[in-house]
Nanobody, 122 residues
């Protein structure tokens, strides 16, 4: 059983930056693909980014490509999401999740954090 705890959310102006962190415990962190998803008010949860166990491959949603960077530190059991050039439409609850396979599909993620709120003001 893997426990995931996100942090780093907050309120930022458009054009600003935030870095989200997700600390994992209770499992072999380095064996999992880690992903970030988000859910805006009134919308379904959507894929944002993913990174495979070694960090050698990353995947991004088109809407964040070039602005968000996912990374991981297996020694610290932590995955990060660096977000720059934030837009009001990035406002959402951001969730980190762990999957046994590389995937952008929500249903293939086995473990989820509780989420952290990101609000981007215009």
């Amino acid at each position: 059983q893997v426990q995931l705890v996100e942090s780093g959310g907050g309120l930022v102006q458009a054009g600003g930056s935030l870095r989200l962190s997700c600390a994992a415990s209770g499992g072999t962190f380095s064996s999992y693909t880690m992903g970030w998803f988000r859910q805006a008010p009134g919308k379904e949860r959507e894929f944002v980014a993913a990174i495979i166990w070694s960090g050698g491959n990353t995947y991004y949603a088109n809407s964040v490509k070039g602005r968000f960077t996912i990374s991981r530190d297996n020694a610290k059991n932590t995955v990060y999401l660096q977000m720059v050039s934030l837009k009001p439409e990035d406002t959402a609850v951001y969730y980190c999740a762990a999957s046994r396979i590389p995937s952008a599909v929500e249903a293939q993620y086995d473990y989820w954090g509780q989420g952290t709120q990101v609000t981007v003001s215009s």
